[in-house]
């Protein structure tokens, strides 16, 4: 995408910024609730100037006390509200992880549906940036396996402005986490476009010899793989999926079915991550398509290290480029 009248280049954080001054703008019932959001604009500045345009009752500061916080969002949401809550890091969640899977959750399915919660909760996850304990954990599969939360990460400032706005025009609860690692990177975003659907992954590269699915912060790192891959012959697909619940089968099986490879990259742990849901759905539906096993990208069964370490941690083009080499080698 080129720089137009309606398409410019703005920072991810920047087009999170938009995206929720547009929601505002657009709809006198959604609120901004979290830590820090308020006069500070929060720690990764994604609210800055927004509590002084809307003003401290639709721009809320809240209590260092995340239970509370997403408690009063369900509260609100049952009163006809659409709360955006920050949970200001991906450590952080944890005190508010009873509301989240027991409440929020759960509470449409026991009212038969007769009652909405369009609650999105916002939390910056992932690595990369040389913080300390608790700052850079990546639990997304721990929400994704919970039935009635729907999860999703942008990967670019495109689909990080429009995903937001379609999760806060969601009447179910979102889980929407945001790349912190990514928040600096800059891209195309046309505010005037027609947006797809959030829950469905995109081909951010085509290829024709192997498929690398990624979400979030790893798809830079899988589009820099294709790259280096490129100059050795090899063709490498690259799926943006997207969304992790639910999460677009058709469209990976599609690719892989074309490649025969597949190589799933995440930064959570390997162990129970994500990417073994993808291989063992991926490997039921297209078995006698597949030339080589599907193999899995990610960080390891630890707890996450100190910030000097993170690099020895986190999945890089080194570790990527090795699981291509070893599914090419079959």
Not at 22 to 40: F, N, Q, R, T
Not at 116 to 131: D, E, F, H, N, T
Not at 151 to 170: G, T
Request: charged letters at 25%; glycine letters at 8%; proline letters at 7%.
């Amino acid at each position: 995408m080129t720089e137009t009248a309606t398409a410019t280049q703005m920072a991810l954080s920047k087009a999170l910024n938009e995206s929720l001054r547009k929601a505002l703008e657009s709809d006198p019932k959604v609120l901004i609730m979290g830590e820090d959001v308020g006069k500070l604009g929060g720690v990764f500045r994604i609210t800055d100037g927004l509590y002084k345009d809307f003003g401290e009752g639709r721009v809320i500061d809240t209590p260092l006390a995340e239970s509370g916080i997403v408690g009063t969002a369900i509260g609100l949401a049952l009163r006809g509200y659409r709360p955006v809550v920050e949970i200001q890091f991906d450590g952080f969640v944890f005190p508010a992880y009873d509301q989240i899977v027991t409440q929020l959750a759960k509470m449409p399915a026991r009212a038969l549906g007769k009652i909405k919660l369009p609650v999105v909760i916002r939390i910056p996850y992932g690595g990369g940036i040389g913080a300390v304990e608790h700052h850079s954990e990546s639990p997304e599969t721990l929400f994704a396996h919970v039935a009635g939360l729907k999860v999703v990460s942008p990967s670019n400032p495109s689909d990080a402005y429009w995903m937001l706005q379609q999760a806060i025009e969601c009447d179910d609860p979102v889980i929407f986490f945001e790349p912190k690692r990514r928040y600096w990177d800059k891209g195309m975003v046309d505010v005037t476009a027609l947006p797809g659907d959030m829950h469905k992954a995109v081909v951010a590269k085509p290829g024709t010899d192997l498929t690398l699915a990624a979400y979030g912060p790893m798809v830079k790192v899988c589009l820099e793989a294709a790259a280096a891959a490129a100059g050795e012959g090899r063709d490498l697909e690259v799926l943006d999926l997207r969304s992790l619940s639910p999460i677009d089968f058709d469209t990976i099986q599609a690719s892989v079915e074309k490649t025969r490879r597949l190589v799933v990259v995440h930064e959570a742990p390997v162990f129970y991550g994500a990417g073994a849901e993808i291989a063992a759905r991926i490997t039921e539906r297209s078995f006698y398509h597949l030339e080589a096993p599907v193999l899995r990208v990610g960080g390891f069964h630890a707890p996450y290290p100190p910030a000097r370490l993170e690099d020895e941690y986190l999945p890089g083009l080194d570790r990527v480029l090795d699981s291509v080499d070893r599914a090419l080698a079959f």
